[in-house]
C-alpha cells in the first residue's frame, strides 16, 4: 500500500480546510447500521440506515436511509446502486427538508501484510434533488427542488492491532478519508470541494460477519452560499457482512 500518497490526500484535504474562510464548528454524534447479504453467488442487497445527532443527544439534525443491489465481479470487487432517503433538520426553519438520492459504486478491497490489513478504494456517483423550503402562512413547505451531481472517493484502511480470546475476534485500527466533488453547476453548492470526512478510530471484527467501530470523525461541509462548517463528530458504526446463500 502506497501509505504516503494516502497520508499526503488526508493532509491537502486538511490544509484546504484549514485556509477557508468563517468556519462554524460544531460537536456531532453520528449512529450507523450498515448491512451486506450476499444471496447468491454473483448478487446480494445493502441496507444502511445512519442517525445523526447533537452533542447531547437531543436534537435529530440528519437521518438517512440507503438500499441497493450489489453485483459481485470477483471476491475483492463488486458494483451496486440504489436509492437514499435524507431529513435534514433545519434551524432557521425549525422543520426538516427532504433529499431524494439515486446512488452508484464500483468498490475494491485488498489485502496485505499476511492478509491481515485490508486497503478499500470506493468511488461513488450521486443524483441528488434537495427540496428547498421555506414558510408559508407559519407552515414548512417546499417552494422548489434543487439538482446536483457528485462524485465521492473513500479510502480506507483496516490495520490489525491483535486478537481476543480467539483468531476469530479482532482489534484493528480504522484511518479513512473521503472527499466529496460537485459536479457541473447547480443550486445546492457551486464549490467544487463540497465536503470531506477525515475519521480515526478502533474496530471490532467478530468472525468477518460483525463489526463495530468507534471513533473521532472531522467532517468539513463547504458552502457557497452560508459559511463553511466543521463537525468535530464521535461515530459509533455497525457493520454486518452475511452470506445468506445456501452451500
Same mark, same amino acid.
Given at each position: 500500500?502506497?501509505?504516503?500518497?494516502?497520508?499526503?490526500?488526508?493532509?491537502? $484535504?486538511?490544509?484546504? @480546510?484549514?485556509?477557508?474562510? !468563517?468556519?462554524?464548528?460544531?460537536? =456531532?454524534?453520528?449512529?450507523?447500521?450498515?448491512?451486506?447479504? !450476499?444471496?447468491?453467488?454473483?448478487?446480494?442487497?445493502?441496507?444502511?440506515?445512519? #442517525? =445523526?445527532?447533537?452533542?447531547?443527544?437531543?436534537?435529530?439534525?440528519?437521518?438517512?436511509? &440507503?438500499?441497493?443491489?450489489?453485483?459481485?465481479?470477483? /471476491?475483492? !470487487?463488486?458494483?451496486?446502486?440504489?436509492?437514499?432517503?435524507?431529513?435534514?433538520?433545519?434551524?432557521?426553519?425549525?422543520?426538516?427538508? =427532504?433529499?431524494? =438520492?439515486?446512488?452508484?459504486?464500483?468498490?475494491?478491497?485488498?489485502?496485505?501484510? +499476511?492478509?491481515?490489513?485490508?486497503?478499500?478504494?470506493?468511488?461513488?456517483? +450521486?443524483?441528488?434533488?434537495?427540496?428547498?423550503?421555506?414558510?408559508?402562512?407559519?407552515?414548512?413547505?417546499?417552494?422548489? /427542488?434543487?439538482?446536483?451531481?457528485?462524485? &465521492?472517493?473513500?479510502? &480506507?484502511?483496516?490495520?490489525?492491532? $491483535?486478537?481476543?480470546?480467539?483468531? @476469530?475476534?479482532?482489534?484493528?485500527?480504522?484511518?479513512?478519508?473521503?472527499? #466529496?466533488?460537485?459536479?457541473?453547476?447547480?443550486?445546492?453548492?457551486?464549490?467544487?470541494?463540497?465536503?470531506?470526512?477525515?475519521?480515526? $478510530?478502533?474496530?471490532?471484527?467478530?468472525?468477518?460477519?460483525?463489526?463495530?467501530?468507534?471513533?473521532?470523525?472531522?467532517?468539513?461541509?463547504?458552502?457557497?452560499?452560508?459559511?463553511?462548517?466543521?463537525?468535530?463528530?464521535?461515530?459509533? @458504526?455497525?457493520?454486518?457482512?452475511?452470506?445468506?446463500? !445456501?452451500?
Amino acid at each position: 500500500m502506497k501509505l504516503n500518497k494516502f497520508l499526503a490526500f488526508v493532509f491537502i $484535504g486538511f490544509c484546504w @480546510s484549514a485556509f477557508s474562510q !468563517k468556519t462554524i464548528e460544531n460537536q =456531532r454524534v453520528w449512529f450507523s447500521y450498515t448491512g451486506q447479504y !450476499k444471496v447468491s453467488k454473483k448478487w446480494g442487497y445493502h441496507i444502511e440506515a445512519q #442517525f =445523526r445527532l447533537d452533542n447531547e443527544l437531543k436534537q435529530n439534525l440528519q437521518n438517512v436511509f &440507503r438500499v441497493g443491489g450489489i453485483y459481485f465481479l470477483s /471476491s475483492s !470487487k463488486n458494483i451496486s446502486g440504489g436509492y437514499a432517503l435524507i431529513n435534514t433538520f433545519s434551524n432557521t426553519l425549525d422543520g426538516y427538508y =427532504r433529499e431524494n =438520492r439515486f446512488w452508484e459504486q464500483y468498490q475494491y478491497n485488498k489485502k496485505w501484510h +499476511e492478509n491481515k490489513n485490508t486497503l478499500i478504494h470506493r468511488i461513488r456517483l +450521486e443524483q441528488r434533488w434537495v427540496e428547498g423550503v421555506g414558510l408559508v402562512d407559519g407552515n414548512v413547505s417546499t417552494l422548489e /427542488s434543487n439538482y446536483q451531481n457528485r462524485i &465521492r472517493y473513500l479510502n &480506507r484502511n483496516l490495520f490489525h492491532l $491483535g486478537n481476543l480470546n480467539s483468531e @476469530s475476534e479482532e482489534v484493528y485500527l480504522v484511518v479513512q478519508n473521503e472527499i #466529496f466533488l460537485t459536479l457541473g453547476n447547480n443550486k445546492i453548492n457551486e464549490n467544487l470541494i463540497d465536503q470531506n470526512r477525515f475519521l480515526v $478510530g478502533i474496530g471490532l471484527n467478530y468472525n468477518n460477519n460483525i463489526r463495530l467501530e468507534v471513533g473521532y470523525m472531522n467532517q468539513f461541509v463547504s458552502s457557497s452560499f452560508s459559511n463553511d462548517v466543521m463537525n468535530h463528530t464521535i461515530s459509533v @458504526s455497525l457493520i454486518q457482512n452475511l452470506v445468506l446463500q !445456501k452451500e
